[in-house]
């Protein structure tokens, strides 16, 4: 391969040589915020049909629980930030540090949206109960297998604590931040 070729494949990312990590995550990203996007789209619009079926079914939700659950997802990112800052900096004892501690967050944010499922499995709430629980189960599960994905990707690059991996791993965990605050007030609170 020339070296215009190469220049030239490289100039193919454009935009996604500039962000942090590997290019491809933010591939991946994209690809998830537009799934989620979806998501959240068919969301509102069966609220809009259904309005009713949809304030019962926010009524029978745990807000408190969510609530700290954003706390814990929000403080976990904050977590990652730092050790990706560390690992910048060549920190990598500090940067494991910060990591290990965004995945324990990201490991009690799923306990608690467990214990959050079973206390509605427990009153006979389940996807089959109305329009409402069956879009909550289908965006919360998904978004949880985002979260335990997430904490496996921190794993990985937590063992090396390299820059690109680093800001790789942490770039995917506050994808997943982010579309827990999208989608916290959409279900628990906007009435």
């Not at 089959?128 to 289908?138: G, K, N, P």
Request: aromatic share 10%; glycine share 12%; net charge negative.
């Amino acid at each position: 391969m020339s070296t215009a070729d190469c220049e030239q494949q490289e100039a193919g990312w454009g935009i996604l040589e500039d962000l942090p990590g590997d290019p491809m995550i933010w591939v991946l990203i994209f690809s998830e915020l537009a799934a989620f996007g979806l998501f959240l789209g068919a969301f509102v619009v069966a609220r809009l049909i259904h309005p009713a079926v949809f304030a019962a079914g926010q009524a029978a939700l745990d807000s408190r629980l969510a609530g700290l659950n954003t706390v814990v997802l929000v403080t976990s990112g904050w977590a990652a930030a730092h050790g990706t800052a560390a690992a910048r900096l060549g920190k990598k004892r500090v940067s494991r540090g910060w990591l290990v501690g965004a995945m324990a967050l990201g490991g009690l944010f799923v306990a608690i949206k467990l214990v959050e499922y079973g206390g509605e499995i427990g009153s006979g709430i389940g996807l089959e109960t109305s329009t409402f629980f069956t879009l909550y189960f289908l965006l919360t599960g998904f978004h949880l297998l985002h979260v335990c994905l997430g904490i496996v990707i921190l794993a990985v690059v937590c063992r090396r604590a390299e820059v690109v991996g680093v800001e790789t791993g942490s770039a995917f965990w506050h994808m997943v931040d982010l579309i827990w605050i999208v989608m916290f007030p959409l279900l628990y609170l906007v009435r």
